[in-house]
């Protein structure tokens, strides 16, 4: 079982992540991703699938043709862990190379 993260580890990692936002308890930070079309939008979805899948962390998620909103926290531990963290940024790289494609 994941830990849940302290809200000064929660405020650190969340420089990193500006382009997510945190809910106001600090158990779930949500992403809104835009995408060229809905293939693009897809095909994010499929590889953010598959290392969900390798992680055994499954995110929270919404399509609309090229928009992919994501919600991430972990059950478990009541709140967001380190799992969550490492989604979101492995999902910021995974919409990167699907944009700049």
Sequence with gaps: MADRLSDTTITSEMAELPDWKINPEHTAITRQFTFRNFSQAFG?????????????????????????????????????????????????SMAAESMAS
């Design 44 to 92: 994010f979805m499929t590889r953010a699938a598959m290392l969900a899948e390798q992680m055994n962390h499954h995110p929270e998620w919404a399509n609309v043709y090229h928009r992919v909103t994501v919600t991430l926290t972990t059950h478990d531990a009541g709140g967001l862990s380190a799992l969550d963290i490492k989604m979101a940024h492995a999902m910021n």
